[in-house]
């Protein structure tokens, strides 16, 4: 059964250092979803992309935060600096790109910044 | 704007009770509206979804969720109980007008399946 890949599975990180996660969507799935949940709470839309446009990134901090999917398959969400609020789990998704497919979720990085 | 939410933060059942876990949610246009499980550390799986159709959908592991417009809402259900179930549930929604419209997750609710 295919899945979404991500990596790291963990990452622990010192403040004002930069951090990258990968993600790698499920075999033609065009709609590429970045997530962050923090700890008992819903996960939040940080992007949204299709194919390799950016259709929301509306709650991306864009000041610190970055995301790219150059030829609209695998993709990296950056963070530079890093600070101890960003300490959560990034979740990647994806699905098929219509509105009444379901998203599919990888295992998520869980980001500790210390 | 499009939202969702689920009013309890825990649930807690006896095993082989029904269970009910609720949401409420709120879109522009037709909504399309999924069920989703998470076990600790571990990313998101789908349960079942509604688009269109049968008010009563049924999805994986024995779980069932009732549209109902009127309310707005899209309760999650299970006949019988198991303490496998224990997992923390969320509910999500999508405005069906249009097909890049995001998806938005609730915040979650903890189900605690007693023996």
């Known amino acids: 059964e295919a899945e979404v890949a991500q990596s790291p599975r963990y990452k622990i990180t010192e403040k004002s250092q930069a951090v990258a996660f990968w993600c790698d969507p499920i075999s033609g799935h065009a709609t590429l979803y970045w997530y962050r949940q923090i700890l008992g709470q819903g996960p939040e839309l940080l992007v949204q992309f299709q194919d390799e446009s950016v259709v929301d990134d509306s709650q991306l901090p864009k000041d610190r935060f970055s995301a790219e999917r150059l030829k609209g398959v695998d993709s990296t969400l950056k963070i530079q600096p890093a600070e101890l609020g960003d300490s959560a789990m990034y979740l990647c998704?994806?699905?098929?790109?219509?509105?009444?497919?379901?998203?599919?979720f990888g295992q998520g990085t869980r980001l500790t910044v210390v | 704007a499009q939202s969702v939410a689920q009013p309890e933060d825990q649930v807690n059942v006896a095993e082989g009770n029904p269970l009910t876990v609720k949401c409420t949610y709120s879109v522009s246009g037709n909504p399309y509206l999924f069920w989703y499980v998470q076990y600790p550390n571990r990313g998101l799986q789908f349960l079942l979804k509604y688009i269109t159709g049968d008010n009563l959908v049924k999805g994986s592991y024995g779980f069932e969720a009732e549209f109902n417009k009127s309310q707005t809402s899209f309760h999650l259900k299970k006949p019988s109980a198991l303490v496998s179930d224990s997992a923390l549930y969320f509910c999500?929604?999508?405005?069906?007008?249009?097909?890049?419209?995001?998806?938005?997750f609730g915040s979650g609710t903890r189900l605690s399946i007693r023996p």
């Open positions: 999500a929604v999508r405005d069906g007008y249009s097909s890049a419209s995001k998806i938005i």
């Open positions: 998704a994806s699905s098929r790109g219509r509105g009444d497919t379901e998203a599919f």
